[in-house]
């Protein structure tokens, strides 16, 4: 087995954290850096010393996938553990096991436990790795996205191995690059939290709009290049939509959820690879495990989960023939609010316990390109895609031969503003008042405030696609105000 620099060297801190004491130790591997592979090596060690190996994955889909893997680097004693497997053979020392075929039966010995996806925290692992009967038993996680709350709470994993990041992965070509275009922006002003992420009941009423889902169609046909793509919606109803839009386009696109039995999703997965369906539109089954040649991310389905930003995002990282980056269509404003994969990463465990609040440094986010939607990195003046480069306006407007003074913070005087501004305000107070649900005529009452005179009639009320830093201000402190005033009234 030959092994790449960065897994020969998680291999050496994974033995370097166990010598010093480590029971519970978790490895980081970037979506794509052969998390399996390196999972491969540690058994074929452990193998080559006598001792017997469980490795647990978290879906019935990834058994298959493993085995496959493992015979490839050399392991073909190995058994299963999940229902009526053909596989089924105990007497082997190394078994895959279903974690929840685990939990219904008696889990073998074993001197070493490989937890696949360990983020994702069952009820068994708690019960399993705090049995006094396996307090001496080495458990090894493996994950891309050692980020979730409590992972080192309760005696769970001890230790955070990093092997790389995505950015490394990315700088030696063992990933490939990524573009992101943000063509949307999405009204989840009225859509709630549960659990730190947006509810999915009242994101799929926001997201599941005639004029979104064709925006998604439009935008495919204009930038997707033909190019194979995964769509990540956010509830059945919301992709079935999506992959309707597709098809009455003209384009072959198919439908994949958890309910998808196995076969159709090989089939799926068989016509997707051979280039005969473009675009499979999925609810949530495509964030692990899956391994084929994605050159296309369309994001439709908002989320405030850093994990689940990643594991949607790196199924498009693998590198193939041809291939020199991802494209990211992000309808969800999620690069925008959250930032690029690459700046996404933390050097330790959760233990679960309340953070105290300390000043942090401001985070930088990237930017969208006003002209053509490429989402740019933090400080980048010129447009990497278009270059278009943005012009700070200064205090002095001059345009057909008359001088206008903008002032800051002041509101501009009636005649003084240009045309351009009053139209840029009046754009973004639109906007405004379409994502709070206020009647237009709020936007009109908001103008009058700020310029002293009611919208002239040549102005379009067509809303902006992003309200601006200053007018958002602006806006801000003109609530506070009212709401003071209605105080004092009261």
């Not at 060690?45 to 058994?63: E, H, N, Q, T, Y």
């Not at 023939?321 to 991802?326: A, L, P, R, V």
């Not at 008042?433 to 009320?461: E, I, N, Q, T, V």
Request: glycine share 6%.
């Amino acid at each position: 087995m030959i092994l790449r620099d960065y897994q020969t060297a998680v291999i050496e801190n994974l033995r370097e954290a166990l010598v010093t004491g480590s029971m519970r130790p978790v490895i980081q591997a970037p979506t794509g850096a052969g998390k399996t592979v390196i999972a491969a090596a540690i058994v074929n060690m452990a193998r080559d010393k006598g001792k017997k190996v469980l490795f647990c994955v978290p879906s019935i889909s990834l058994i298959d996938q493993t085995v496959e893997r493992f015979r490839q680097n050399g392991i073909w004693d190995v058994g299963v553990i999940q229902a009526q497997h053909e596989l089924t053979d105990t007497s082997q020392p190394v078994q895959v096991c279903s974690i929840q075929t685990l939990a219904r039966r008696n889990i073998p010995q074993a001197d070493l436990v490989i937890v696949d996806e360990c983020h994702v925290m069952f009820k068994l692992y708690d019960r399993w790795m705090n049995h006094p009967d396996w307090q001496n038993v080495r458990f090894v996680g493996l994950t891309a996205t050692p980020w979730a709350k409590g992972m080192a709470a309760n005696g769970r994993w001890d230790k955070l191995v990093i092997g790389t990041t995505t950015k490394e992965l990315i700088d030696k070509k063992h990933l490939s690059d990524f573009k992101v275009y943000a063509p949307a922006h999405p009204d989840l002003s009225g859509v709630k939290m549960q659990l730190g992420d947006y509810e999915l009941k009242s994101l799929a009423a926001a997201m599941n709009k005639g004029k979104l889902v064709a925006d998604i169609i439009t935008t495919w046909v204009e930038r997707g290049q033909d190019r194979s793509t995964i769509c990540f919606a956010v509830d059945r109803l919301h992709a079935k939509t999506i992959q309707k839009g597709f098809i009455e386009a003209g384009i072959k696109a198919e439908y994949m959820d958890a309910f998808t039995n196995l076969q159709d999703r090989a089939e799926i997965i068989d016509r997707f690879q051979k280039g005969e369906v473009k675009i499979i539109c999925n609810v949530g089954v495509l964030t692990t495990g899956f391994d084929a040649d994605v050159r296309c991310i369309i994001l439709a389905r908002p989320t405030k989960s850093e994990i689940l930003y990643v594991q949607m995002i790196g199924r498009g990282l693998r590198t193939a023939d041809g291939k020199d980056h991802c494209l990211i269509l992000d309808h969800s404003d999620t690069t925008i609010r959250l930032g690029f994969v690459t700046d996404i990463h933390s050097d330790q465990l959760d233990d679960g316990k309340p953070k105290k609040k300390e000043s942090k440094p401001r985070v930088l986010l990237p930017k969208e390109c006003p002209q053509c939607s490429f989402v740019k990195p933090p400080l980048v003046k010129e447009c990497p895609a278009c270059g278009f480069k943005g012009v700070a306006k200064g205090k002095l407007e001059c345009e057909a031969g008359e001088l206008y003074e903008i002032t800051r913070g002041k509101g501009l005087v009636a005649g003084k503003a240009s045309p351009a501004d009053m139209q840029r305000w009046f754009s973004d107070l639109v906007r405004y008042a379409d994502l709070r649900g206020y009647k237009r005529g709020w936007a009109f009452h908001a103008f009058r405030d700020k310029f002293k005179m009611l919208p002239p009639s040549w102005l379009s009320a067509t809303p902006s696609s992003m309200i601006s830093p200053d007018i958002a201000s602006w806006i801000k402190s003109r609530n506070i105000r009212n709401a003071k005033s209605k105080g004092r009234v009261a």
